[in-house]
């Protein structure tokens, strides 16, 4: 009896170690399935650029068969949920010809360079920081970091990344050390975030790269345009866009946002703060003992900051620009007549952030705002009155919506007069109709707020 007892705790043991082991390494550990593949980018000024980079898979089989979605760039935005330390990042080269992997500078990973093919001399070079993802590989190849650690960091291919990395292949991935707080310490609590990357695209040099081979272009790997040391960038993107009309929502004014800078260009960047000042908490995902008070902080090549703004009271638009001044691309995108017939306009590395709130969620604030309760992110105002078409029903504007708006109803409705377009899907139809039924017997607003 007394060994069947001790059998039966052995056979416990054993059933829990296992059972506690399984728990540890899968229930805590964050899969994401990315396809590095080739796409294309439309700048503003129409230029079309050749550019690799990595799609987001649904799951295993969605990669397998070559990932449904297109390539963002950046890629997409990688996050390891707090209480997870495992991540793995499962790659499939689906049409690069050159291989690829995935690096995250900052966080410990087993790695095992590759080295090239030895020279007349017998000497080699590493081509890859880790194992990679070539084109004819069956199955993706997964990369796995065992003990994430808080922080804004980037994921980057770690092959010939001087020419990878510029082609499109990154993007952020982040870790909180606890619910809206960043790092250990409480000072870099948080009540929203977003992440600003700044990156520059070489014309010359995706088009050489996305050439490989080919009769008129020279072959990757040449003595032509394959490497960054001619490197001449013509585009300045924040979040991928080179047009600097990108207006983020940085929170409610008294709250704190939590930005991540990320450059992931080969220059280096300034963003500069006009109207207030952030502070600084942490480097490259590292958090400093005391935060720094400044209105511009700079980002280096492959380098990431974290900074904190909690901007004053009352609503308000903070212009956040490059200081390095790298404010116009190759042809602006808003081209004007400037001195001595030059063409300038603003564009790039600019964007502003808005302060303020939002009733009704639909990413415009409330002090701009042409319907505060009634989402309509279109903002149509048809007979610019200053109330939005989603709460302006009252089409004699005689300041009640009544029996006598239908006979105007009906007449714009039948010519598909978008003053009727209530719903702002962008026609005049049925489903106009339930919309006037609401408004029925109400003023024009009250949630609306007139120029």
Known sequence: MKIKSTKTALASAIALSLVSATFSSSLFAQDYYLCAKQGTKTMSDTTVIPMWGFALATDAVDQAAGCAAAITVPGPALTVPVGDNVLNIHVKNIDLPEAVSVIIPGQHAPMTPVM??????????????????????????????????????????????????????????????????????????????????????????????????????????????????????????????????????????????????????????????????????????????????????????????????????????????????????????????????????????VTVLQVGTNADTDNVLDHKDNCLLEVNPAQMDTDKDGFGNACDADLNNDGIVNTQDIPLFITAFQANSQLVDLNEDGVANTGDIPELIRMFFTEPGPTGISN
């Open 116 to 349: 090239s093919a030895p020279d007349a001399q017998g000497r080699q070079r590493v081509i890859s920081f880790t194992h990679v993802a070539s084109m004819t590989d069956a199955s993706a190849s997964t990369y796995t970091w065992s003990s994430m650690q808080p922080g804004t960091y980037a994921y980057q291919s770690g092959s010939h990344p001087a020419v990878q990395v510029q082609m499109g292949l990154y993007g952020a991935v982040t870790k909180d050390a606890a619910a809206g707080q960043a790092y250990a310490s409480a000072s870099t609590a948080y009540d929203s975030e977003m992440t600003v990357i700044y990156s520059e695209i070489d014309p010359v040099l995706h088009t050489q790269v996305a050439n490989i081979g080919t009769p008129n272009e020279p072959k990757y790997g040449s003595t032509g345009m394959t490497s960054t040391i001619d490197y001449n960038p013509q585009y300045f993107l924040v979040n991928g866009d080179d047009s600097s009309t990108g207006t983020p929502i940085a929170g409610a004014p008294l709250q704190t946002s939590l930005i991540r800078f990320i450059n992931m260009g080969l220059e280096t960047h300034i963003p500069t703060l006009h109207g207030d000042d952030m502070a600084i908490i942490a480097e490259d995902g590292h958090a400093y003992t005391n935060a720094r008070n400044q209105y511009s902080v700079m980002v280096a090549a492959g380098q990431t900051r974290d900074v904190l703004f909690t901007p004053p009271a009352g609503p308000g638009d903070y212009p956040l620009f490059d200081r390095m001044l790298n404010l116009t691309n190759k042809t602006p995108p808003f081209v004007t007549a400037g001195a001595n017939g030059v063409l300038t306009s603003p564009g790039s590395l």
